[in-house]
């Protein structure tokens, strides 16, 4: 369970709310008819896009320089640093961070890979991946590395691993799955970095859709995707699994002027359930009290019609004698119902 201190940092990891602050709305709201227009259009060029991405072969050279271009057409300009070191792609595991939905698809585009998928995870099984391999989490581990290392060396194509396993806003790196470091091949770490011009709206939360994430950027004027190959790493001989995980963990935040965190998707699991939790207690009271505050109302206005009936009559008896109080009228009154409900009581007591 995270403690108070990795608590915080949590909730400074990962983004529910897809707008910052509600000075961020006002803009929005202006640009708007203009948004939707441009959106709309930028949708057909998008469809047009994917149905290129997989009808061209991958012998075609100019594939991924046109799909790039119609990318930057709609809103998405991909600009990357460095490239691929390793020649031999099927002896090569690629590693990323995750901060987007669109991850797999823009690091696909760029080279071509088949995205594993580790269960547990937070990472969307129906996501922009052209290939995906899901590895199951109720099979021994020995053998889910043995079925790794076959698959690998049968497909003509690395696979590409997000072993933060959950969706961060880009302000850190999450502690790394060990099973890409487990394989025993040469990891290439990739970076990935998103931001967006003119408004202050977030490019993904944590529960959003790939579908609503691209309406957002298809509608927003450009959301900037920067990729950055860093150096192919290999695990070193005095070097535990872990140790390895760690350094390339440490070597990709710091490439990202980021903080590596010790904690890992589990305890982000841990925080969202708590939070989900404590959400619902907060509705669960807030439906109590609004009952009780029903019963409360309707028990106000019961007491209201006995008061408006006994008050009438109170004026009967006043009618009939006129120079008696009222004070007395209504304690006469009162005594003889207490009388009659009494008499009630005694004759429900003689029935039983």
Known sequence: MPSNESDSAVKHIITFERFSSYGSIAPLLLYLPIGLALGLVRCFIFLHACLLFFLLPESFFLKRGI????????????????????????????ISNHITNFDPFILTLLHPHILAVEFPSHLQRKNM???????????????????????????????????????TNGTGCLKFSLLPFEVDVPIQPVTIQARRFLFDINISTFSSS?????????????????????????????????????RVQGNMAKSLNLQAYSYSYTDISQYVKERDCAKASVKEMAVRVKE???????????????????QKMILQVKDVLPDTPEAVIECDLRKFGNWIEKKKRNLKKENM
């Not at 691209?214 to 192919?232: A, G």
């Open 67 to 94: 799909l790039r271009v119609m990318l930057t057409v709609i809103g998405l300009p991909i600009a990357t640093q460095g490239k691929p070191h390793c020649d031999d792609r099927s002896k090569k595991i690629f």
């Open 129 to 167: 991946a052209a290939k995906i391999l899901e590895i199951p989490g109720d099979k021994d581990h020995k053998d889910t590395i043995k079925d790794l290392r076959e698959k690998l060396n049968d497909c003509a194509e690395p696979f590409l691993f997000f072993p933060e396993r959950a969706k």
């Open 210 to 246: 790939a579908l609503e994430d691209l309406l957002w950027c298809l509608i927003l004027p450009f959301t900037f995707f920067n990729i950055k190959y860093l150096p192919v790493t290999e695990k070193k001989k005095d070097e535990s699994q872990e140790e390895f995980a760690c």
């Open 292 to 310: 009780k505050e029903n019963v409360s109302q309707n028990d106000q206005k019961v007491d209201r019609t006995v008061s408006s009936e006994f």
